[in-house]
């Protein structure tokens, strides 16, 4: 697959994922949704270790890699689902999109990484903005509740501990093997949430339901994550950096064109200020260095 096609397969998917979440999960409960999600990717998972015969290592650090990876997905998606039972789908991606700054965040506090530069704390406070706009949207003409909004969060410091202390521990599995371990740590703890909170399968499976179960294990767990690690690979950091920028956006354009998801202005307006936020973050080092050199020639002829 060319580099191009699996970037736009990966903003395709990324776009898609909240909204089919939404609809894996009606009539039968988000518990059940993510577990035959995570369930049904780590099957997929496993034939595609032995496609590419691949082994899954079992010293220390493999296993700690496991461990850390499996529960940030169940802590993450966890709270990701029972969220998006109360805000829209596009709002799901927008707010997720914040991942990158609180990743950066927590690495200088946890790594001691020398990463909070004057262009990342103003994107962090931007992106704060954007927070505060979105919560004082109407919640009953945005479809948003504040319980929902908090439940997202709680997920990106989840997904972003999990991935800062993945890098901590430095470790140089493929990304399938890593995917792989991790689900099969996070799939027993999601079996077993369903079984004591819930218990119950689903009476009926409708078409629409089963059809985003089947496209979120398949396409959003097992595909999305193998075509972001290639194009991680294989492209720029600052080209992978327009991710998170594009997805939110498209991502609340397939829940209102698809899901009839009212977008209310103040939603707009958190949305710019959190999209301007992640710019800032990824590119507000150079723009203020080529400023500086704008400047100061400048000057001195003066």
């Known amino acids: 697959m060319s580099v191009p096609t699996a970037f736009i397969g990966v903003i395709l998917i990324w776009s898609t994922t909240p909204l089919a979440i939404q609809w894996s999960s009606e009539g039968w409960g988000f518990l059940f949704g993510v577990t035959g999600r995570m369930a049904?990717?780590?099957a997929v998972c496993a034939v595609l270790l032995v496609l590419l015969r691949k082994k899954i290592p079992l010293h220390r650090n493999a296993l700690a890699t496991y461990l850390v990876a499996g529960l940030g997905i169940y802590g993450a998606m966890t709270a990701v689902y029972w969220g998006s039972q109360y805000i829209s789908s596009g709002l799901v991606a927008v707010l997720f999109g914040l991942s990158p700054v609180v990743t950066t965040i927590m690495a200088a506090m946890i790594l001691q990484e020398r990463c909070l530069t004057p262009a990342r704390i103003l994107g962090a406070l931007l992106g704060v903005l954007g927070l505060l706009a979105i919560f004082s949207a109407d919640i009953n003409g945005a479809a948003i509740a504040g319980q929902g909004i908090v439940a997202l969060l709680i997920g990106v410091f989840i997904h972003s501990g999990s991935t800062v202390v993945l890098k901590r521990l430095n470790n140089s599995l493929p990304a399938i093997v890593t995917t792989t371990g991790g689900l099969a740590v996070a799939v027993p703890l999601y079996v077993i949430t369903w079984w004591v909170l819930d218990g119950e399968f689903?009476?009926?499976?409708?078409?629409?339901?089963?059809?985003?179960?089947?496209?979120?294990a398949v396409l959003g767990t097992a595909l999305g994550f193998s075509l972001y690690y290639y194009i991680l690979k294989n492209m720029q950091a600052s080209h992978v950096g327009l991710i998170p920028l594009i997805t939110p956006v498209t991502a609340l354009l397939v829940g209102q064109s698809f899901n009839g998801e009212t977008i209310s202005a103040d939603v707009w307006h958190g949305t710019a200020f959190i999209l301007f936020a992640l710019g800032f973050h990824q590119w507000g080092d150079q723009l203020l260095a080529r400023a500086?050199?704008?400047l100061v020639p400048a000057k001195r002829t003066l």
């Open 40 to 42: 049904i990717g780590m």
């Open 202 to 216: 689903p009476e009926e499976m409708a078409v629409r339901n089963s059809a985003a179960l089947v496209y979120l």
């Open 292 to 294: 500086k050199l704008f």
